[in-house]
């Protein structure tokens, strides 16, 4: 579960950017989906519990193809802080894009 600033906001990024779904929206608490991945949003009770999350928190989506994903993502250059697809020493494909709430979202292939 993950602590947002601002719901549509993150529901805009998760879904634009990285092609989820929403299963559930509500002001203080929502859902997205992609094939098998979901992640929970809940909305934070104020701008103190912010500070304690951005830079500090981190999600690892794996997938099965990261070409098709990162060939979209890659689009979103100018508009997030992301990190080009790169091979990592420990046999998984990756690129890395923050989210607006300053999580780092790292997203994987097994190679």
Known sequence: MLTVAEM???????????????????????????????IHFTKA????????????TEIYIEVLDIAPLWEHVRRFK????????????????????GDPNGCLVFVGQKI
């Open 8 to 38: 549509d906001v993150t529901l805009e990024f998760y879904t634009k950017v990285l092609g989820f779904e929403v299963a559930m929206k509500s002001p203080g608490y929502s859902i997205v989906t992609r094939d098998d991945a979901t």
């Open 45 to 56: 009770a104020d701008e103190t519990v912010m500070k304690a999350v951005r830079g500090h």
């Open 78 to 97: 100018p508009d997030y802080r992301i990190r080009d697809l790169f091979d990592r020493d420990y046999g998984m494909r990756e690129f890395h894009i």
